[in-house]
């Protein structure tokens, strides 16, 4: 690959580099996260429905607002890639980009997933995480990212050049065109940036590139989700298995992953309600 050599730093390249980091966004003026009501219904729930997703697959399932749902680790170490939409209006999605700006590159118990413009509401509160104690490791890497994409068959052929038809993206893919009845071309397009669920990521110190490393998930953790709206979630077991060491083919050692609907008692909830989508005029100065 063709090296350009840097340019010679300015002879104030110190005092420019000093400037202190500010956090972008105000986040303590979020709504609340309603974390203690949460943590109170949770002890109330009773499990209404599951699926398993078996390995390099996809599935889809719905989360009625005011349900909680568990990603639960089955049999061996596996990553999942998790989308989620409003189910009346796949418009709304899940929106990885925004999700990672207001909480971390990595999610766990109390931060939320937003949905996008215009609606930038909490689609699901992250209400309980086993991981909880990984932490960052020496690397820098944590659980739960929202940075990377999916692994997707054009990324792999563009680099392979070879079709390989059960990464994440194609997985999903089919999971949508069979809850939806949707062809194939449009149900693509409802397919978005992820959750990488106990997927341990990050980006390498010295050259800041995004790694994965062996996921420190086992079977019985778990991920729980309360659905602060009507959810459609669609989940991958990706080709990479526990992401340890490759991915997009069928060289890993991969594991179905168990999605568990919960209900609460209904007086759980007291006091709460679903949010509304943004309340921006949306005019743009127009
Ligand atoms: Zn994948």
Redesign the pocket.
Known sequence: MTQITPHEPPTDVAERRAAKPLVCYQVDQLPDSNLVLYQQARTTIKKVAEITVPPRDGACFEVPAGSFFRIISIEGPQVG?LNLWNAHDLSERFFSGKTRQLHATHVSTGDRLWSTLPGLRPMATITWDTLDWYGWDEDGGGVHDVIGT??DPYTNYMLKGVDYHH??HSNLTRALVAERNLPPGEAELHVHDVMNVFMCTGFTRDTHQYFMKASPVRPGDFIEFFAEIDLLGAL?T???GDCGSS?SDDSTACYPLKVEIYEPVAESLQGWTSPERSAYSGTHGL
């Open positions: 890639d999916r692994c990464c994440c991958s990706c080709p990479g991915h």
